[in-house]
T-cell receptor, first 111, second 116 residues
Framework: DAKTTQPPSMDCAEGRAANLPCNHS???????VYWYRQIHSQGPQYIIH???NNETNEMASLIITEDRKSSTLILPHATLRDTAVYYC????????????FGKGTMLLVSP | GAVVSQHPSWVICKSGTSVKIECRSL??????MFWYRQFPKQSLMLMAT?????????EQGVEKDKFLINHASLTLSTLTVTSAHPEDSSFYIC????????????FGDGTRLSIL
């Protein structure tokens, strides 16, 4: 069963912020929100994760709503190299728990 | 950041051949490793989970005798596709995690397997 819902595709102009939404209305109290991306013909790359507070790192920001039923990944200044499939995944935080990949959002960054 | 190395990145072989894919964690102890398969235009599908020193746990529908997984050390896991056939052609990806830490899983760059 899909635990997250993402739009199948989004477009973004180079240099603009890319805001990728994710719905996870059935998230449990001990589940984190993880974001990965997969550039064509490569393995997934970890981006960021959070439990309930907003998080920021050198790649992106993660905004989680107060009820934790949805979140937004923000790439502040998208580049052509950010073109990829972005996956939003919810799972418990321990390292041995599995990641279940949905279909993700194909983000196309254009010049 | 954590690095996971996967080898080979690309392999072509004849039907009936067995192929071994290696997955190494370069700068952390990978107590748990995961193997995924991805067909064209589809998402990643988990095949099996292996903990160091234990037998792998396979997902439903994945043949354990066809996809042999060994995780004998904290830095290396191998996936052997035995007697490969054209329908086994796919993109195989490993990931590794330290189950005693709060760090996320990190993925290798995948192995594209083509069986003729």
């Amino acid at each position: 069963d899909a635990k997250t819902t993402q739009p199948p595709s989004m477009d973004c102009a180079e240099g603009r912020a890319a805001n990728l939404p994710c719905n996870h209305s059935t998230i449990s109290g001990n589940e984190y929100v993880y974001w990965y991306r997969q550039i064509h013909s490569q393995g997934p790359q970890y981006i960021i994760h959070g439990l309930k507070n907003n998080e920021t790192n050198e790649m992106a920001s993660l905004i989680i709503t107060e009820d934790r039923k949805s979140s937004t990944l923000i790439l502040p200044h998208a580049t052509l190299r950010d073109t990829a499939v972005y996956y939003c995944i919810v799972r418990v935080g321990s390292g041995y728990s599995t990641l279940t990949f949905g279909k993700g959002t194909m983000l196309l960054v254009s010049p | 950041g954590a690095v996971v190395s996967q080898h080979p990145s690309w392999v072509i072989c004849k039907s009936g051949t067995s192929v071994k894919i290696e997955c190494r964690s370069l700068d952390f102890q990978a107590t748990t490793m995961f193997w995924y398969r991805q067909f064209p235009k589809q998402s990643l599908m988990l095949m099996a989970t292996s903990n160091e020193g234990s037998k792998a746990t396979y997902e439903q529908g994945v043949e354990k005798d066809k996809f042999l997984i060994n995780h004998a050390s904290l830095t290396l896991s191998t996936l052997t596709v035995t007697s490969a056939h054209p329908e086994d052609s796919s993109f195989y990806i490993c990931s590794a995690a330290d189950s005693y830490s709060n760090q996320p899983q990190h993925f290798g760059d995948g192995t594209r397997l083509s069986i003729l």
